[in-house]
C-alpha cells in the first residue's frame, strides 16, 4: 500500500500541465459543496484570512474568489508541495489579474509548503482552511488536520475532501496488480473512505461543529487513449512505480487500462462515476 506521501513535489510536474482540465467536471460539485457548507458555519463575506491548503492550480480558491464576496481587507494563501502546481496558479493569477489588477487576485500570495507542516503560517491566524483532496493522500492525515486546527482562529473553520471510491481509482489500482501482483498500489486509508471515518478524525483533532457528506461525481474524457495515457503517464505514483518495469510490462499495462477502460465506458467520449467524500468541522 502507498500513498502520495512517496512523491515528490517535482513528479507532479506532467500532471500539473493537464490536472486543472482533468479535474473541472470531476471536482466542480463537490467543491459547491465545501464551499456552500463552509459559508454556512462561517460566512465568506466574514472572512479576514483564507488558506487554500495543497490548493493544486487553484481550484477552489478562484471558486471563492469568483462566487463569494471576500472583505477587501481579508488576507488570502494558497500553498502546495508541487512548485508546478503553484506555478499553473500563478499563471492564473496573472491573467486575472490583467482583467481586474486591485481585485482579490492581487492580493493571493502563493507558496510551496507541506500540509503536514505549515512552518510559515501562525498559529490561530486563519479564519477559513479549505483542503481538497490533499489529507488523505500524506504520509500522515492526522499532521495535516492538527496543522490546520492550529493554524485557524477560534470558531475558525476548515472544510476538506476525500474519496469514497471511483472507476478510475479502481482501474488504476487493478491494473497495475494485473501486471504485477506485488505492486504497491494508492490505498486510501480507511478512515478517510466513509463520511463517518473523516467525521471521526476531525473530532480527534478537535474540531466541532462537523458534517460529512457524500457527492456523487461523474469523470468525462474524450477517448479510451487519453484516459490510459493519462492514468499509465501522468500519475505521478504509476509513473514511480512503472518507471523501471520492462517495455513489455509498461504495453501490458496500457492494454490492461484499455480493456478495463473499456469495460467500464465502451463508448467515447466516456464517462466514469464515483463518490467524493466533503467534510466541514469548527474549531
Excluded at 467525521?199 to 457524500?214: G, H, N, Q, T, W
Amino acid at each position: 500500500m502507498g500513498n502520495i506521501g512517496d512523491t515528490k513535489g517535482d513528479d507532479w510536474e506532467a500532471m500539473a500541465k493537464i490536472y486543472k482540465q482533468l479535474t473541472v467536471g470531476v471536482s466542480h460539485r463537490p467543491i459547491a459543496v465545501i464551499l456552500e457548507k463552509v459559508n454556512a458555519l462561517q460566512p465568506f463575506s466574514e472572512a479576514t484570512s483564507i488558506h487554500d491548503n495543497g490548493c493544486g492550480p487553484g481550484a477552489i480558491i478562484s471558486r471563492i474568489i469568483q462566487d463569494y464576496p471576500i472583505p477587501s481587507s481579508a488576507s488570502l494563501t494558497a500553498s502546495d508541495f508541487s512548485s508546478h502546481m503553484i506555478d499553473q496558479l500563478k499563471q492564473t493569477k496573472e491573467e486575472e489579474m490583467k482583467a481586474d489588477p486591485k481585485g482579490p487576485w492581487s492580493r493571493l500570495e502563493l507558496s510551496v509548503q507541506d500540509a503536514m507542516d505549515l512552518k510559515s503560517i501562525s498559529d490561530e491566524s486563519q479564519s477559513h482552511v479549505t483542503a481538497g483532496w490533499v489529507y488523505f493522500m500524506t504520509a500522515d492525515p492526522m499532521k495535516c488536520l492538527t496543522e490546520s486546527h492550529r493554524i485557524l482562529k477560534p470558531n475558525g473553520v476548515l472544510g476538506l475532501s476525500s474519496w469514497k471510491d471511483s472507476q478510475w481509482m479502481a482501474v488504476s489500482n487493478n491494473g497495475v496488480t494485473a501486471v504485477r501482483p506485488d505492486a504497491k498500489t494508492i490505498e486510501i486509508p480507511e478512515e478517510w473512505k466513509s463520511a463517518e471515518g473523516i467525521a471521526e478524525e476531525l473530532k480527534k483533532a478537535k474540531f466541532r461543529d462537523i458534517d460529512s457528506v457524500e457527492v456523487h461525481v461523474d469523470m468525462t474524457f474524450d477517448s479510451h487513449d487519453a484516459l490510459v495515457e493519462l492514468l499509465s503517464e501522468k500519475m505521478p505514483h504509476i509513473a514511480n512505480m512503472t518507471k523501471d518495469w520492462s517495455e513489455d510490462e509498461k504495453k501490458q499495462l496500457k492494454q490492461t487500462f484499455r480493456e478495463m477502460i473499456k469495460e467500464a465506458s465502451p463508448s467515447e467520449p466516456g464517462r466514469m462515476t464515483g463518490t467524493a467524500l466533503v467534510a466541514v468541522g469548527r474549531k
